[in-house]
């Protein structure tokens, strides 16, 4: 498997406890900075037609989807609040010079 990591955002386009979409290998994904780290899910909800970029960040680490409220785990895309049962995939990410990174291949 390639190791590649595409160029998505600036670390500043995203407010602390915010979301951003952006676009990885033509996948639609969803970025977040959470106590300065950012992480990166699929902007998908497993449950429905939604976006996660339109949701809120709860309890630190959970992304409350904005259509049904079901939350996932942003850093291992784990549902974990009804009615969400399926998980969403995960992307690794770095930031170097304030610019953030992903590497195309999700990780789960
Ligand atoms: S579409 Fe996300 S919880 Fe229903």
Known sequence: MVDEW???AHIEEIDEGGTLAAEVEDTEVC???VEGKVFATTNKCSHGEASLADGMIVDDFL???PLHEGTFD???GAAVGAPCK???RCFDVQVKEGVIYLRREPVN
């Open 6 to 8: 595409d160029k998505v």
């Open 31 to 33: 970025l977040y900075k």
């Open 63 to 65: 992304i409350e989807c």
């Open 86 to 88: 399926a998980a969403i």
């Open 74 to 76: 942003i850093r291992t």
